[in-house]
């Protein structure tokens, strides 16, 4: 199984909506980081979250880690055609090992 | 430019056939790391370096899969005897040495073993 689960896989969002996208893991989240891909591309950092009830946000992206740490949402506002790609959560989830875990992927669409 | 390189971008191998990849991360990021991303999923990882020290091999799938850093800078990842599920894009990444930073990615090299 998964150590940490995105939801959902795949999303189609009409031009100006708003979406969420959710990362959740049964063990605590010691680093959240937030990631974008394009198909063919490398990962293209975006946030990190380190601390439980943290919140930051980038333009029209907010992310979010809950208090108990276990927890993260990805929210775009008006969501634009730029915005369209994969987003990975990937995490720390061993305190003091650099290694990351991702989630499998939400593949967004935005339609004009 | 300033990010991480990898070449080739695009490989094709038969079954049984070695290949190398190379990574050129950001000057002077200690940390080095590779991970393995299958169509449809997310990256895995494979290994970590700290300068030229290998701390983490555990993600490595079998002895089959090699990885270097002689001088703490440039990496290979070595690949012998190819087989079929060896195929998928290898992405590398460094970062500044500790804990809260983020990695930085290379574009990848896509592997396709025929």
């Known amino acids: ?112 | 430019g300033a990010g991480v390189s990898q070449s080739p971008r695009y490989k094709v191998a038969k079954r049984g056939q070695d290949v190398a990849l190379r990574c050129d991360p950001i000057s002077g990021h200690v940390s080095l790391f590779w991970y393995q991303q299958a169509l449809g999923q997310g990256p895995e990882f494979l290994t970590y370096f700290q300068n030229e020290a290998q701390l983490d091999k555990s993600g490595l799938p079998s002895d089959r899969f090699f990885a270097e850093r002689p001088e703490g800078s440039v990496s290979t990842l070595k690949i012998q005897r190819t087989q079929q599920e060896d195929s998928a894009v290898y992405l590398c990444a460094s970062s500044l040495e500790g804990q809260g930073v983020y990695q930085y990615f290379g574009p990848g090299t896509r592997l396709l073993v025929l």
């Not at chain 1, 990962?43 to 990190?48: A, Q």
């Open chain 1, 1 to 112: 199984s998964q150590e940490l689960e995105q939801s959902p896989q795949s999303l189609i969002v009409q031009e100006g909506k708003n979406l969420t996208i959710n990362c959740t893991s049964s063990k605590t989240l010691y680093g959240l980081y937030w990631y974008k891909q394009k198909y063919g591309e490398g990962l293209i950092f975006l946030m990190m979250l380190q601390k439980g009830g943290e919140e930051k946000s980038h333009e029209k992206i907010t992310a979010k880690l809950d208090e108990k740490k276990q927890q993260s949402s990805l929210h775009i506002t008006a969501s634009q055609p730029s915005h369209a790609g994969i987003y990975l959560c990937g995490a720390d989830l061993n305190f003091g090992n650099e290694k990351l875990t991702f989630g499998t992927g939400t593949r967004l669409t935005i339609i004009p």
